[in-house]
């Protein structure tokens, strides 16, 4: 048993059962043990690679997607260029390198990147180095400079912690994690009932049948995103695995070295995240920020320009890396296994902003726009 697990079961024995988000909070942020807390987990001999690990260019276009949205900002001059979660830095420096093409950008941009891990912070550092003058790092969004901000968040909402709601003989009960007949974790249903609790679904899935799962995620680091923006002006960049709109289904998933794990074995040693429900997320949007999308990862990078960029490298790299070139467009935007449909892309931006590049044809959620 790890010392995580003693600490958590320890916690059962003294409060009862604990809700979900609880349990995926301590896993992945405890600050002594937790999973981002204590390691690096990206890359082939990591657990889990991530669109940024996988190609330059994806960062590369999302540096540019930032240039220009600031160029339709009217260029303001100092922009706060933010990133939630950015897990190695290597997003962020593929970005920066890319951006370079829009003349002034960089001047105006100020870097700064919200992380909680502190060995993920020392690797950001040294990726990071000498691309920029100066790094704030922050601990939440709620310490952001009070300027005109973008913001970039690649599969940092899914690992936000979420909890669970089951629907069983009629009334809905939170699901908790207690301890099971052999001693270990276990899933089991709170026996107080939530009466209020199918009336704050989206009324399409209502009556829910028995059986059904809903999940909902805290979204306060992007609420409070949203409300920056607001004030302040700019937009948001958000991709993610999840699906467009609401549904009930258990999507709590661990992985580990590259394999799918169980998610109550071994709290703190396993990547614990669930899929972005994007009809919740674009609910955050308000008066003078609107959502536009999601749309799929594949129409964004497409959008974008992701296959003319890809032919470029191409022709530019040696004969024994095009493949390998190719092969990472696939991940990207070919569909499952790739990336290219179960990822998604939603934007939040102000309203004085026009269309943003990568979201022709999306839809636009907000009131009064
Ligand atoms: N964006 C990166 C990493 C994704 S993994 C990539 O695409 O490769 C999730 C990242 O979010 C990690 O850097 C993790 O340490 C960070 N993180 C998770 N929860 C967080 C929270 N509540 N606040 C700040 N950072 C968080």
Redesign the pocket.
Known sequence: MNALEREIRSLIETQGPIPISRYM?LC??HPEYGY??TRD??GTDGDF?????ISQMFGELIGIWCAEAWRLMGSPARVALV??????G??MKDALRAAKVMPGFLNAAELHL????PV?QERQRENLRGAVPAIAW????KTLPDIPLLV?????I???PIDQFEKKAGRWHERKIGLGADGGFAFGLDPAPLPDFEQQLPERLTPAPNGAVFERRDLT?ISEVVSRIGKHGGAAIL?DYGHAESGFGDTLQAVSGHDYAEPLDTPGEV?LTSQVDFEALAALSRNNVRAVGAVSQRNFLTQLGIEARTEILQRNAKEEMRDEIGTALTRLIGPTPGMGELFKALAFAHRDLPALPGFDGAKISGKDL
């Open positions: 909070a992945l942020a981002y807390t987990p990206f690679t991530t669109a940024p690990e990133e939630a979660g950015p897990g190695r290597t997003l919200v992380e909680t891990s993920l922050h601990g939440e969004t970039i968040g690649n599969e940092f899914d690992a936000l680091p991709i990547d």
